[in-house]
């Protein structure tokens, strides 16, 4: 494992310890009371930092809006005007994502380093292939993974230069070979909290293959200590996405469905019925591993490490826990003797 520089955020510490799901709100920053229901909603769903966009000092006003509502963390995302810093800080945000060598003089980074250190605020630098400098770009020709990780050393190094070490990182790329590439050479230059992401990752469902793929990998390589799988869709879709992602590696909490793929020896409608318990159970706070089988020619042994299960027949079902057979139950009430099996847990 990495040894990382626990970094606070909020009443939350970045230490490689816990791994965090992020999300960041997509109604328009002028619609305060919808901003305030999205980040409401995203909490409830699982968020654990969520992020906003501060474009200009209106949006300012939902800082203290937002944090009226929730219990989690909140970051402002910061692009170029440094007071915009200075005034998110002052409105209590709890992170800021802007890039210091994008803000201007060194004067204005130690304005804002010095009202960060005053409030205990940490900075997460924010590099992606679209925000690389235009020198890098000549040096690499094209945004590469040495380009990602020279740009973000090079603002990490301004902070430094400051005095300040509360930083938290994130190199992201919307081609996974670049970002994966890109995150496990800067895990070797720094022991800051990293955040992972491709960024732009698509639609749904090519947006969840490529985190899964890239967030997947890093992760269990040790490297990433926040996530934020990057969706064109619903922002709590990130959040459930990016809870089966560390559930997937063994890193997450909650409900964990086996399900077969069905074959020929399936006789009911097991397609069905596993996406309703997925549906069923996603907000299920039980560390559980529930499996859905076809048959029980082997479904109950291929399962056997399920606190419980179910198993088709003929017009029928088998409830199993343990690789034991508990009872059986008619096809037309699998489902509700399943989830009352689950409440029992």
Do not use: W
């Amino acid at each position: 494992m990495r040894n990382v520089r626990p970094v606070k955020v909020g009443g939350l510490t970045l230490d490689g310890k816990h791994i965090y799901i992020q999300s960041m709100l997509n109604v328009p920053s002028t619609d305060i009371e919808g901003s305030v229901e999205q980040a409401v909603r995203l909490e409830q769903a699982g968020c654990e930092i969520v992020r906003a966009a501060i474009p200009n000092m209106e949006a300012v006003a939902l800082i203290p809006a937002i944090k009226e509502k929730i219990s989690i963390p909140l970051v402002a995302d910061i692009h170029f005007d440094y007071r915009l810093a200075l005034a998110a800080a002052d409105a209590g945000i709890d992170k800021i994502r802007i890039n210091p060598g994008n803000i201007g003089d060194m004067d204005r980074v130690k304005a804002v380093v010095k009202k960060c250190t005053e409030k205990g605020i940490p900075i997460r630098i924010g590099v992606n292939g679209g925000s690389l400098e235009k020198e890098l770009l000549a040096k690499y020709g094209k945004p590469c993974a040495d380009a990602l990780v020279e740009s973000a050393m090079g603002h990490v190094r301004i902070l430094e230069q400051c005095d300040f070490n509360e930083i938290v990182i994130s190199i992201k790329s919307s081609d996974v070979n670049i970002m994966v590439e890109a995150y496990r050479k800067l895990s070797k230059m720094c022991d800051y909290p990293l955040h992972l992401g491709v960024t732009e990752a698509g639609t749904e469902r090519m947006g969840i293959i490529k985190s899964a793929v890239g967030i997947g990998s890093l992760l269990m390589d040790g490297i990433g200590e926040t996530i934020r799988v990057s969706l064109t869709d619903e922002p709590e879709k990130e959040i459930y996405a990016a809870k089966d992602i560390l559930k997937a590696i063994g890193r997450g909490s909650g409900v964990q469905i086996v399900s077969c793929p069905t074959c020929g020896r399936t006789r009911i409608d097991l397609i069905g019925l596993a996406k309703q318990v997925e549906e069923m159970t996603k907000n299920v706070n039980k560390d559980i591993k529930v499996a859905v089988m076809g048959c029980v020619v082997n479904g109950i042994g291929e399962s056997g490490e399920a606190d419980i299960g179910i198993a088709g027949g003929v017009g029928q079902a088998v409830i199993f826990a343990h690789g034991k057979k508990l009872y059986t139950v008619s096809e037309d009430k699998a489902l509700k003797a399943l989830m009352d099996e689950i409440d029992k847990l």
